[in-house]
């Protein structure tokens, strides 16, 4: 059973847009959500960080929302560049918390951001 | 600072063989994760070593193992290999215990023919 759902599997995005990622989790020992972007043959590198004592983090162009109570995330970019264009992993973990402090990731959403 | 360095690139078994996959970690990190990446299923986390000591492991069999060593360098056995065991092996290092921020590297490709 998936604990960290991406339904979306890809996204198409025009340039200078906002591209949205959603992502969703089950279990409700997580209280530290990240994102990653991966692109082929290169391995993911971190992006933005949230913890569940927040409900939203910035850096730059990019912005993590956390709703809670909803069990959901979700990632913004804007505007959106063409090298955005990549897989997009949302993970989750539980820190300090034994058997859930490691980092569990969703599927991936693969973003494409059309010039 | 040198990053998650992976030993092989790439490589490929046939069904039955078994493989060593290596990873050396960001200086000064003590964890270090492994995952497997399959087209459709993201990555699924198959361990994490902190210290010598296995920390976590994840839902897979027991012909996935791993080790780590006392310079923190880790290493990943699969033996008998079958053919859904073609991935990308990711090994990820991390300052402390699990759970925080991953550094990866750029992942060994594995195939089983």
């Known amino acids: 059973d998936q604990q960290v759902k991406q339904n979306s599997p890809s996204l198409s995005v025009q340039e200078g847009r906002i591209s949205i990622l959603n992502c969703d989790y089950t279990n409700s020992m997580f209280d530290y959500f990240l994102w990653y972007k991966k692109y082929p043959a290169e391995g993911p590198t971190f992006l933005i960080s949230i913890s569940s004592i927040k409900d939203k983090n910035e850096d730059g162009r990019f912005t993590v929302f956390l709703n809670k109570s909803a069990k959901h995330l979700s990632l913004h970019i804007v505007p959106s560049q063409p090298g955005d264009s990549a897989v997009y992993f949302c993970?989750?973990?539980?820190?300090?918390?034994?058997?859930?402090?490691?980092?569990?990731f969703g599927p991936g959403t693969s973003l494409s951001v059309i010039p | 600072k040198a990053g998650v360095t992976q030993t092989p690139r790439y490589l490929i078994k046939t069904r039955g063989q078994q493989v060593t996959l290596s990873c050396s970690p960001i200086s000064g990190h003590r964890s270090v994760s492994w995952y497997q990446q399959t087209p459709g299923q993201g990555l699924q986390f198959l361990f994490e070593?902190?210290?010598?000591?296995?920390?976590n492991k994840g839902n897979f069999p027991g012909r996935f193992s791993g080790r780590q060593f006392s310079n923190s360098r880790s290493e990943m056995n699969v033996s008998t290999l079958e053919l859904g065991d073609s991935a990308l092996y990711l090994c990820a290092s991390s300052p402390d215990r699990g759970g925080g921020e991953l550094f990866f590297g750029e992942g060994s490709r594995l195939t089983v023919l």
């Open positions: 993970a989750a973990s539980g820190i300090g918390k034994t058997s859930y402090d490691k980092v569990i």
């Open positions: 070593y902190f210290s010598e000591t296995q920390r």
